[in-house]
């Protein structure tokens, strides 16, 4: 859907150019995540600033506006001004004069891609750079929240995972050999995200930090983005993989059938995954894999056996409610480590055979993450006998409050009189609480800090960089530096 930029905002903002003291200049504002809702979280990592750069401030406003018409754009706005505020409501003389300028007299600063913040570090800076054009900074903010919040917020999410995950591959693998981490978080979100640019842009974020996802249109977000290139590097991959149709296809009764066909015929070698609790999840443990034995061990590949409902704790690690001595009992790793047996890892935990596993995609938690590792690990087996797939229920259940994210002015400058601005609510617990003036953001012992009400010699120090600039992407990273980023700190 392309939408005239001049559009993307909530109505209050279309008259707030008039509302500024007379003789406005400058108007400075920052992106910051002001409070962190979730409990034990600390960090957020930062991204999304160039996809809505690019996508955004140039392709956007320049499709749907520099490059039409200026009658067309101006009366399109004064249309939708009229109609819904009242005749003439609006002034347009200054969209016409924004059109004859020919670019947005805007910088945009931002910290690097992929840098970890916590809570109350402004990660973007926005201020105009023609006096005339003042009002377009705060402009700017609905578009701005509603873009930025989420790519952040799914790369945080992501970033929780793998720290998990690392953690327990250190404790139950190696201290080193890690790299199957980065496949052993796979997004499973897309059809339960809101819309394509929802899921696009949450799974980008997914993929900082891991490689697996069913979502392709994230890899084309990277690829457009962020200078991926899967030709040249692992942006995203997957796996051949069943779904309950092709089961049931099948038939009930020849269910082992189909096992056998898609694990000799169809899928000789690599990985297949398949679901496997169409009907009996059990007697599939139980029955269809110690018959099948010699033919996984025969593959040149694993076969990933995939359950889908049901507790995804109880179902992988065991119920100890469940009769003693029974699969529902042991779990399922634990009866598939009966049947294909195994390797240890230099920590001392059981790894099951290289030509069987099992992904869990449904319901999967970071609380839940926890509980099956950890729960693993009690019974000495080792992280890496399980991929979890993250699903919507993670990345969809949080809005813009979970980190608190809000644009706020802290600078102006009227009839050349510099103001340092901020909100302070007496009705507030302190999180509405603004800086104050021009910002600069450092590092200090490895941690990031702000420094407010700075002169504009600091402003232009410290990490937020210009990336944007009247009109033009100044600084571009790529994926592949945003994720060493992210790694450094794992």
């Known amino acids: 859907m392309r939408i005239n930029p001049l559009m993307l905002i909530d109505f209050y903002k279309a008259d707030h150019r008039r509302q500024y003291p007379e003789g ?23 991204f999304g600033l160039q996809y809505f750069v690019k996508e955004y401030l140039i392709k956007q406003w320049n499709e749907g506006f520099f490059n039409l018409p ?9 249309r939708r001004m009229d109609n819904a505020l009242g005749k003439d409501s609006i002034p347009v003389e200054h969209i016409a004069q924004l059109h004859d300028l020919g670019y947005l007299p805007l910088v945009v600063k931002g910290l690097p891609e992929g840098t970890v913040v ?19 900074t705060n402009y700017l903010e609905s578009l701005m929240s509603a873009i930025l919040w989420k790519p952040s917020t799914s790369a945080t999410t992501a970033y929780q995972y793998r720290k998990t995950f690392n953690a327990y591959a250190r404790e139950t693998v190696s201290d080193t050999a890690i790299d199957f981490v980065f496949w052993q978080g796979h997004d499973f979100s897309f059809r339960g995200m809101s819309g394509i640019e929802d899921a696009s842009i949450s799974g980008a974020g997914h993929l900082l930090s891991f490689y697996g996802t069913d979502t392709v249109p994230a890899i084309d977000f990277h690829e457009l983005y962020y200078k991926g290139d899967s030709d040249k590097e692992m942006i995203g991959g997957s796996v051949p993989a069943t779904e309950h ?3 049931c296809m099948g038939t009930k009764d020849n269910e082992i059938g189909t096992f056998e066909r898609l694990i000799e015929a169809l899928y000789p070698n690599g990985i297949v995954s398949i679901v496997s609790d169409t009907w009996d999840f059990w007697q599939v443990i139980t029955d269809y894999l110690p018959k099948l034995k010699a033919k996984v061990l025969a593959r040149n590949g694993k076969v990933v056996i995939r359950p889908d409902s049901g507790d995804p704790v109880k179902i992988i690690i065991g119920d100890k409610n ?36 099992l992904i869990y995609g449904d319901s999967i938690t970071l609380q839940r993450q926890k509980d099956i590792l950890e729960g693993l690990k009690a019974k000495g087996f080792a992280s890496f006998n399980v991929v979890l797939g993250i699903g919507s229920y993670t990345y969809e259940y949080v809005t813009r409050d979970t980190y608190g994210f809000a644009m706020k002015a802290t600078y102006g400058e009227v009839n050349g009189e510099a103001r340092n601005i ?28 702000l420094k407010d009400e700075c002169t504009w010699e600091e402003e232009k120090q410290g990490l937020l960089q210009t990336v944007f600039e009247n009109g033009k992407l100044v600084r571009e990273q790529s994926l592949s530096e945003i994720r060493a980023r992210i790694n450094a700190r794992l």
Not at 323 to 329: D, H, L, V
Request: with cysteine; charged share 30%.
């Open 24 to 46: 406005t200049e400058l108007v400075y504002s920052n992106f910051t995540p002001r409070k962190f809702r979730l409990e034990g979280r600390e960090e957020l990592v930062f």
């Open 70 to 78: 200026k009658d067309k754009v101006v009366n399109d706005y004064k």
């Open 118 to 136: 916590s809570p109350r570090i402004p990660v973007v800076t926005v201020y105009n750079t023609v006096p005339e054009f003042f009002w377009l």
């Open 245 to 247: 149709s092709v089961m």
């Open 322 to 357: 469940a009769t003693p001595g029974s699969p529902e009992y042991k779990g399922a790793i634990e009866c598939m480590w009966e049947i294909f047996g195994g390797t240890v890892t230099e920590k001392g935990y059981k790894l099951l055979d290289a030509h069987i596993g």
């Open 422 to 449: 901020f909100k302070d609510p007496k009705t507030d617990d302190g999180t509405k609480r603004s800086a104050k003036g021009l910002l600069m953001v450092t590092e200090v012992d490895g941690q990031l800090q």
